[in-house]
């Protein structure tokens, strides 16, 4: 019993104090931006400047999903003449891009992040609200 | 909502409503694979909402007034279609029941994806990230009761806009995110729920929902017209109404019927079209957000991009975005142990989706039926309907233009459906003899070539040629 509850409060204490959550940025709207600042719990395991850079790119690749240029007024009036059957059969430009996110945030964690012991959550699994950064070192519970 | 029963999470006090603590795992299971299928994330989804074919359908839990527009919809095009298009085809033109079953599958198809789709919910934050929020908010640590209702405050486009915490789903909401009661869940963009629907209008189904109200104005305002040409007709010579009546009693009925509804429908088509002119919702604008009402000083809306068309296009025409609840995904292991059952409805329609079946057509039809979830073959199902009730009152030589057209649509539908699957698989198959394209593409050709060669008039055959330009617009905008 005792060893349980010690066991649970490390395992809460682990929780805690290993996962950083990157806020979204609404000041451009409602488009998809992460906040760039760097917060302060990863001051001692990453470079700042590699920090921002991958949020920015992550930023970068967000609006190009959003992007309301030719191909999406394209994709959007091909959709609405065929009643929108087409969302059936095709992917969309927005899916395409979040599949380019995924690997770009999974080459980042297998180049940078996980040699340091952090692992960054797609933002796609959380909602698109966080992208979430913990430490994989302190959970050290194996259940 | 019910919120009052909020307790302030205690960082020191996890919640753990979903992970098993240790002592309690070992019990119900042998080993630790467990003997069961995983559970899918609907299934334990926390919101109001039911889910059938295996989560590819969600509706909210009261479905409203959904059957009784769909049943509306029907006995009035029903009605029109037997009682006043042999009148009409007979002496005007056979144009209108094509005209009329185009406007119909439109009203139908978006009226089902309206229901039926994700309208944009969030789903509700996780522990940590709620306990992470808390730990922001409240650096004082304040306690056991309620605190007062929190709102965050961010600068748009030069204008602050209030953003509101979320007791249900404990996260803050994005702006012009609304928590609908009926549904029990945070949506996007919240434009308002809709009981004719039987859903809420969010962020990713309003398009759905505009292009529905929109087609049915077109469509009753044209049941109207051609219900008042078929009796003004029939009433001609001295007959007059009451006889035309009595000859076609489903037209007095679907006169009463257009005839109420029209105005309220083409009213909510304007006041719409008005909204998505000026990039706002129908929750915005009622509470009068960015009309000045309730400050005092200048506000405007930050999320429009100032010019109608750009409005109008980002709207209605902008990317679609993806639903963010994965209905579909499954539980990781250790979660699908402690969750409760939620309603499991129908049966599923899941055929497993292997990529090399395309050999036989049959086994290639259920496959993508299994892939897309029951709406492909119900698509179709519809269109041979409507060829079948209008080929009762068209010409032969049409009929079979049409049915050519759809072949082709269909084709072209299988060949991109092919194309989602997977690119590399179509290229080498092209070159495989055996395959399904081959054969198809041939078919594709051989068939614009008759219907240009036999075609009546230029006009059909001009439309064969865009049918075809519609193809390869389809094929190109998935390709590249």
Known sequence: ?143 | MKNCDYQQIDPQALPTPTPTPPPHQGEPRAGEDKPKTPKRKWEVFPGKNRFYCDGRIIVARQSGVLPLTLGLILVTSGLFFIFDCPFLVKHLTSCIPVIGGVLFVFVVITLLQTSFSDPGILPRATPDEAADIEKQIDQTGNTSYRPPPRTKEVLINQQVVKLKYCFTCKMFRPPRTSHCSLCDNCVERFDHHCPWVGNCVGKRNYRFFYTFIVSLSFLTAFIFGCVTTHLALRAQGGKGLVFALQESPGSAVELVICFFSVWSILGLSGFHTYLVASNLTTNEDIKGSWSGKSGGEDVTNPYSHKNIFINCCSVLCGPMPPSLIDRRGFLPADESAQTGAADIELPTLAVKNEANVFLYPLDTLVTLSGAVGFQLPAIIIIILIIITVSTTFVPLHVYIHVLYELYIYFFMFLYIMCCKIDLAIIVGNLININSLYIPSCVFIYFTVFISLFHSQTVLVSIRSFCVCGCACVCVCVCVC
Not at chain 1, 36 to 55: A, N, Y
Not at chain 1, 90 to 101: A, Q, S
Not at chain 1, 132 to 143: A, C, H, L, M, P
């Open chain 1, 1 to 143: 019993m005792a060893e349980t509850h010690s066991l649970q409060d490390m395992r809460q204490q682990a929780a805690i104090a290993a996962k950083v959550f990157i806020q979204r940025d609404y000041t451009n709207g409602t488009i998809c931006q992460f906040q760039t600042k760097f917060p302060s719990e990863l001051e001692t395991r990453i470079d700042k400047q590699q920090f921002e850079e991958t949020v920015r790119t992550l930023n970068n690749l967000y609006a190009e999903a959003e992007k309301l240029g030719s191909q999406s007024y394209i994709e959007g009036c091909l959709a609405c003449l065929t009643a929108y059957t087409v969302f059936l059969c095709m992917e969309t430009h927005y899916e395409k891009v979040l599949k380019k996110i995924a690997k770009y945030i999974q080459e980042q964690n297998d180049k940078i992040y996980a040699p340091r012991g952090l692992l960054l959550t797609d933002p796609i699994e959380r909602g698109l609200r966080v992208a979430v950064e913990f430490d994989r070192q302190i959970t050290v519970q194996s259940f």
